[in-house]
Nanobody, 125 residues
Framework: QVQLVESGGRLGQAGDSLRLSCAAS????????MGWFRQAPGKEREFVAS????????EYADSVKGRFAISRDNRKNTVYLQMTSLKPGDTAVYYC??????????????????WGQGTQVTVSS
């Protein structure tokens, strides 16, 4: 089992950069595929990015491709989401998620069994 705690969310302006972190408990972090999802007010939760256990493979939603980058440090049990060129449409609660098994893009929230509590990102125009 793994527990996830996100941090780094804040209020920013369009064009800003922001890095979210997700710290995982336990000694088996490197065995989990990790993902970031987000949920805007009144909308369903949507996939943002995912990363394989080794960090060698990543996947992104079209809406963030080229602006966001997911990475992980298995020594620190942490996964990151570097966000650049932020837009008001990026405003949402961002969730970190973990799943076991092999990596295959892992863009469906139903694949993930572990979730953090979320961190709010608000982007003003």
């Amino acid at each position: 089992q793994v527990q996830l705690v996100e941090s780094g969310g804040r209020l920013g302006q369009a064009g800003d950069s922001l890095r979210l972190s997700c710290a995982a408990s336990g000694r088996t972090f490197s065995t989990y595929v990790m993902g970031w999802f987000r949920q805007a007010p009144g909308k369903e939760r949507e996939f943002v990015a995912s990363i394989s256990r080794s960090g060698g493979s990543t996947e992104y939603a079209d809406s963030v491709k080229g602006r966001f980058a997911i990475s992980r440090d298995n020594r620190k049990n942490t996964v990151y989401l570097q966000m650049t060129s932020l837009k008001p449409g990026d405003t949402a609660v961002y969730y970190c998620a973990a799943r076991t098994g092999y990596y295959s893009g892992s863009s469906s929230e139903y694949e993930y069994g572990y979730w953090g509590q979320g961190t709010q990102v608000t982007v003003s125009s």
